[in-house]
């Protein structure tokens, strides 16, 4: 029973990673490049939510929506200002420049809101969900956990169709595939690129919210080290693909769950860290990536 | 006569004089003023960290300019080498002088940064691209964690080590502890000092230029620039890539070595991704491929903070924009363009003023 008490967690705390890593393996795909602000990104989101469901009292799911309008014009903005620019650049530059965009983003929350962490209010228990209990009280889940992984399902189910069956999905793999033969094709690259960015931050605007309701401190920080999680669980299922990132991010959260649970709290990031280090020398686009020759 | 050897001086060997001759100037220049007491106290803190900066930015450079892969676990380097080499120079203490103690120190200090080089290379260097990233990523978070949950004490029985808790080692009260988990080492005696910095420099500077103007180095540049041709022509990928990143995990160790014993305690959490993330960054802003640029940007932007003081809570927002807009204004390539033809116009005219008068 605490075995599957650990694993549903895992599995919630998963979702959450694969939320954000849709972000990251998108933007890579397209953009071939490392967004790092993606994590500070879910941070400013869930400041949205704290103020406006937390402070002004505002319907939850409402504030979701806000937090997922005002994420996505910021994602848009920062691509425009920052990275448009570097399309062309050494990829290392748009690295630099991403890094830059993410401290710039944590200072100015650390400015507004200062540094001091703030205790979030969950949104799932906003809407009066009651956790779920089975096996005569054996077994407590969550509600958070509930909504986590079905809203992940429901998000992951749609963006494979969006993509596979709609034309502007058609034109990111396209873009994707081969930026310069879709701009021959009459794909407008940069409107792509665009909205991929505005689904990345949307996407990272309810992740935000997820994860603070499941753990429910936030600080300027909050979004780092799941992002840096979450790209390590986009590689582990190979960048560029959506299933893998879903299939990375669950992976990653329920062995961080359980290496927590059952070796050690303090080791439980490393062993995280040393599976991806292990898949990817076994598998080296990482499990669902696709292998690309090179030809002389 | 000196002036018209060094006229006739091959580019590359007067180039590499004129990185040595602008480390050796700052060293007399900060000693003729601190001699002279212009410099302020919270600058004397930060020489020896730029020292320290320094050489992580040349021997990250020489990972990411020469070989062209991008490592962001510089700093998991630099902080094996300085528990390594602090270790060792807390646990010979007194019992040994000062003058055999620390080199020995440094020397084991890089040593063991060279062998995690060794481990983490192998298996990472068949990988490339971001994938080396991701896992050179990875691997700085390992060391930082594993030495987070380590314990060692010393008493009259032994060592004594554990990765839960410092009461699972059972020692004697009389123990001490040698490293307590996420506290680190406490009670340093500290032995960095600027002059030591700057004779390091200066080392790593000689082997790392020389590396680079050697075969080794050319076969590394020539990996870099086309991987498949540099294999037909008969260069072993693998020993070549495996020697550049080694010695830049080596130096990394001597630099985590100078860092350590400057301060009186070492935590592991202080070289996390944020520190190997601040290495690349000086070598992006001085360069890729350029020494000397890493040499400079290390320095300036290491004392930009201390400077930025000041306006306390805003220095890391404006390090963040002087970040954005410095990337942008130099690898955007319209803003190159644009800045090429403003140079031309103002050039342009110049001439034309010439032609005139």
């Known amino acids: 029973m605490q075995f599957l008490s650990y694993l549903i967690s895992g599995i919630s705390l998963g979702s959450v990673y694969a939320l954000i890593a849709l972000g990251y393996t998108m933007v890579y795909g397209i953009a071939k490049m490392l967004n790092f602000a993606h994590g500070d990104i879910i941070m400013i989101g869930s400041y949205v939510i704290f103020f406006a469901f937390g402070s002004f009292g505002m319907n939850p799911i409402l504030s979701v929506i806000l937090s997922m309008v005002v994420c996505t014009i910021l994602g848009v903005t920062i691509e425009r200002v920052a990275y448009r620019p570097l399309r062309e650049a050494p990829s290392l530059a748009v690295l630099i420049t991403a890094i830059g965009v993410s401290y710039l983003l944590q200072q100015v929350a650390q400015l507004l809101w200062s540094a001091n962490p703030k205790s979030f209010q969950s949104i799932v228990t906003g809407i009066g969900l009651k956790p779920l209990v089975l096996f005569d009280g054996q077994l407590t889940i969550s509600a958070e956990a509930i909504v986590t992984i079905i809203a992940c399902v429901i998000i992951m189910v749609a963006l494979t169709a969006f993509v596979n069956h709609t034309v502007p999905g058609h034109a990111m793999l396209a873009v994707s595939e081969d930026r310069g033969a879709a701009q021959l094709m009459g794909v407008n690259v940069n409107g792509t690129i665009a909205l991929t960015f505005a689904i990345g931050s949307a996407l990272a605007a309810v992740a935000g919210a997820l994860l603070c309701s499941s753990y429910p401190t936030l600080s300027p920080t909050t979004g780092a080290m799941p992002g840096i999680k979450a790209f390590v669980a986009a590689v582990f299922g190979g960048i560029g693909s959506i299933p893998g990132a879903f299939l990375g991010g669950v992976l990653l959260g329920v062995i961080e769950n359980l290496s927590k649970a059952y070796i050690s709290t303090q080791l439980s990031d490393a062993i995280v860290f040393l599976v991806l280090i292990v898949v990817l020398v076994v598998k080296p686009t990482g499990l669902l990536g696709k292998k690309i020759n090179v030809k002389v | ?357």
Request: glycine share 10%.
């Open chain 2, 1 to 357: 006569m000196p002036l018209s050897r060094l006229k006739h001086m091959k580019k590359t060997t007067r180039s590499n004089l004129i990185t040595f001759a602008i480390v050796i100037v700052f060293y007399l220049v900060v000693q003729i003023l601190s001699g002279a007491g212009v410099t302020s106290r919270s600058f004397e803190g930060q020489l020896v960290p730029i020292c320290a900066y320094v050489m992580l930015a040349i021997s990250l450079n020489l990972t990411v300019g020469f070989l062209g892969e991008l490592s962001l676990g510089h700093a998991g380097f630099m902080s094996v080498g300085a528990f390594s080499g602090v270790l060792l120079w807390t646990v010979l203490g007194d019992s040994v002088p000062v003058y055999v103690a620390l080199p020995l120190a440094f020397i084991v200090g890089g040593v063991v940064a060279g062998i995690f080089g060794v481990i983490v290379g192998v298996p990472v260097l068949r990988l490339s691209g971001d994938y080396l990233a991701i896992v050179t990523l990875a691997f700085g978070e390992i060391i930082k964690n594993i030495i987070n949950a380590c314990y060692l004490g010393i008493d009259e029985n032994g060592l004594h080590f554990s990765m839960t808790d410092a009461t699972s080692l059972g020692m004697e009260p009389d123990g001490k502890m040698l490293i307590n988990g996420a506290m680190g080492i406490t009670g340093i005696q500290k032995a960095s000092t600027f002059t030591i910095g700057i004779v390091l420099v200066l080392i790593t500077l000689i082997v790392i230029l020389n590396m680079i103007n050697s075969r080794t180095g050319r076969a590394v540049m020539a990996i870099r620039d086309n991987e498949i041709a540099a294999q037909s022509v008969g260069i072993n990928l693998t020993r070549y890539k495996l020697t550049a990143f080694v010695m830049s995990a080596v130096f990394a160790g001597f630099a985590g070595v100078l860092y350590g014993l400057n301060y009186s305690s070492l935590v592991a959490s202080r070289f996390d991704y944020n520190t190997s993330i601040q290495i690349l960054v000086f070598v992006v802003l001085g360069g890729i491929g350029s020494i000397r640029g890493s040499i400079i940007a290390a320095a300036l932007l290491t004392v930009l903070p201390e400077v930025l003081r000041g306006l306390q809570d805003y220095r890391m927002l404006i390090y963040a924009i002087v970040l954005i807009v410095v990337m942008i204004f130099n690898q955007s390539p319209q803003i190159v363009a644009w800045r090429k033809r403003i140079v031309a116009r103002f050039t342009g005219k110049k001439d034309e003023k010439k032609g005139v008068a």
